[in-house]
């Protein structure tokens, strides 16, 4: 299964997921390699301070940037039991090969209104590669979501929109996920310490909580739809 990271607007939390959902994989005992396609190589933060804190690594990882980053994943596919790309945050030769060679991509989204309109952009991307990549699936995971309860008007405009769009462009395979990743300091502390959230956090943790929450429905729409 490969499963790319995708949204060209910056900061929106795409390597910090990438690094989440590899730990996570690994620790449910998959094979799992993480490609970094962002030439920025964000994901060498978490290695590298895991390496240095002489913790184990958790899974593999690669930097791929180029054309060539969709035959990398073809090659590697039958080595691994979960493939995830992170790619940069902007619209790029390797986010258009990590769409084109996924079974499953995931748009980290922060409800504001300017989001909103590049996830638009994001949706007519997806629709042009089902094209060549018919039973791509996308998850619409709304993250980084402030705490104060006075936003929430934000968070539900933001599922209004999509279910919207989904309809007005006939996007059957596009799933706007319930669970919500919220904004806590405990995603950027663990990323710097080399550590996953399980790893990073006490058992009644709300980081860990919203993770394992994401996380658990994300297994659930894999079995459904994908059957691994
Ligand atoms: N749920 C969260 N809560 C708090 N901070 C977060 C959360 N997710 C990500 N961050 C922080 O937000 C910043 C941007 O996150 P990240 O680097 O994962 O985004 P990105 O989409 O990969 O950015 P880019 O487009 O530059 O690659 C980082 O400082 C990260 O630690
Ligand atoms: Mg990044």
Redesign the pocket.
């Known amino acids: 299964m490969v499963i790319s ?1 995708i ?13 989440n959902l590899s730990a996570r994989l690994a620790e449910d005992g998959d094979n799992v390699l993480l490609i970094d396609a ?1 030439p ?1 190589k ?1 994901t060498e933060v978490f290695s590298d301070m895991r390496s240095q804190s002489k913790l184990e690594p958790l899974f593999s990882s690669v930097s791929k940037t180029g054309i060539s980053l969709g035959d990398e994943i073809k090659r590697m596919k039958n080595s691994f039991d979960s493939i995830i790309v ?5 619209d790029s030769k390797e986010m258009r090969k990590a769409i084109l060679s996924s079974n499953i991509i995931i748009i ?1 989204t922060i409800p504001s209104q300017y989001d909103v309109n590049v996830l638009d952009h994001m949706l007519n991307i997806y629709q042009e590669v089902t094209e060549f990549n018919s039973e791509l699936l996308a998850l619409i995971l709304v ?3 402030s705490p104060n309860p006075f936003l929430a008007k934000e968070l539900n405009n933001l599922k209004d929109y999509i279910n919207e769009a989904k309809k007005d462009k006939g996007l059957e395979k596009v799933i706007m996920l319930e669970s919500v ?8 502390k663990a ?2 310490e080399g550590k996953s959230i399980k790893e990073f956090c006490d058992s009644n943790d709300k ?1 860990l909580k ?1 993770f394992e929450g994401f996380y658990q429905e994300f297994l659930k729409i894999v079995n459904e739809k994908i059957g691994a």
């Open positions: 990271i949204n060209e607007k910056g900061g929106s939390g795409k390597t910090t997921l990438a690094v962002d920025q964000s992170d790619t940069g945050g902007r980290p993250n980084r979501v990743i919220y904004e806590r300091q405990a995603y950027r990323v710097i980081a919203d």
